[in-house]
């Protein structure tokens, strides 16, 4: 079984091939191709973590579209002053497909 660890967007997301992630947006066109940084990679028994040996590793993946994330609903409210205050946000997205692990 080999997967890998990737740094993508602040965050690190547990990746196989086939594996389809939702990252934060990324400059890229539906249908290119992109590489993430791995952190940590496993193939079987071998474990790979240093930076050395992480630098011949490449994680390559094809953006399948740009989304927008769930609503989120911010209220602030203080007692007593009349003081309410309500806004939204939504997460700009970017959908994926790991191609390879090599």
């Known amino acids: 079984m080999v997967y890998a660890v990737v740094r993508a967007g602040g965050r690190q997301e547990k990746v196989e091939v086939g594996t389809i992630v939702t990252l934060d947006r990324l400059k890229a066109d539906t249908g290119d ?6 952190v940590l990679h496993v193939d079987g028994d071998t474990i790979l973590s240093t930076a050395d040996a992480l630098s011949k590793i490449t994680v390559t993946a094809e953006v399948l579209g740009d ?26 997205l970017t959908r994926v497909k790991i191609t390879s692990i090599k």
Do not use: C, H
Not at 33 to 38: K, M
Not at 67 to 92: E, H, S, W
């Open 33 to 38: 191709s992109i590489t993430l940084a791995p």
């Open 67 to 92: 989304l927008r994330g769930p609503k989120i609903v911010i209220q602030n409210y203080k007692n007593k002053t009349g003081y309410k205050r309500r806004m939204g946000f939504r997460a700009d």
